[in-house]
């Protein structure tokens, strides 16, 4: 079982969602959108038929979805945006009357969801053994192997599995606990349902799986509905 998009959305929420709700939105869609062009790409590959084997298999290292990858999990961009809107939101706390109310304004908002995304991206680059992204692009096409891999059982992919579905459900309760608003609640309750799901799913597919067809490594990740 893999490192799950809902992991990255509520570690953003619940890091950069303080003090105000919009802000925790903010840090969730930030902590997803790295992952959103492998969504849309295999949804676009599905569409067309393509086995998950064959699409994480062989699309993935298709160049147009490696560059996909390589912009979404960008260190250069989040970071650039992140160090840009931290300074606007500094400089405005500066001129600003202490008493004035927290600032949820574009450049906190920018800042949520951006340094959200390069958090997402750090941990990627920790937990990507042989499908780590090129986080430095354009300027290198490096990639680095981690010693550790999210979903390879024999690089800890099963104990890191476990580590990562115990903090998501960690941390879902937390910002249970910490807003009451109805729409977040609800979403916290759906990620700690996926981390049911995703397990389910994954064991249901393998016991539909062909067991005569070579998985790829890959493939046995998008079995279990792992984002890249
Ligand atoms: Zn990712």
């Avoid at 992952?35 to 147009?64: C, K, N, T």
């Avoid at 992919?157 to 910490?178: N, P």
């Amino acid at each position: 079982m893999p490192v799950n998009s809902q992991t990255h959305l509520i570690m953003g929420a619940a890091l950069f969602g303080k003090p105000l709700p919009r802000l925790a939105w903010a840090g969730a869609a930030g902590g997803i959108l790295p992952d959103l062009p492998m969504y849309v790409i295999v949804a676009g590959l599905r569409l067309q038929g393509h086995s998950l084997d064959r699409i994480f298999g062989e699309f993935y290292w298709q160049d147009y979805w490696q560059i996909a990858n390589a912009v979404g999990h960008n260190f250069l961009l989040w970071g650039a945006v992140a160090a840009t809107s931290a300074w606007i939101v500094t400089r405005h706390r500066q001129t600003q009357n202490p008493n004035t109310a927290p600032d949820g304004g574009a450049a906190a908002m920018a800042f949520a969801f951006s340094a959200s995304a390069l958090l997402h991206s750090a941990i990627d680059f920790l937990c990507h053994r042989d499908d780590g992204h090129m986080h430095f692009w354009p300027l290198t096409e490096w990639r680095f192997h981690s010693p550790v891999s999210y979903w390879d059982p024999s690089h800890y992919g099963t104990a890191f599995s476990l580590f990562e579905a115990g903090l998501g459900v960690l941390i879902a309760i937390i910002l249970f606990r910490r807003y009451a608003n109805p729409g977040i609640r609800l979403a916290l309750l759906l990620c700690i349902i996926a981390y049911v799901a995703v397990p389910l799913f994954y064991f249901w597919s393998l016991s539909s799986h062909d067991h005569n067809a070579p998985v790829s490594g890959l493939g046995q990740a998008a079995l279990s509905g792992e984002s890249a």
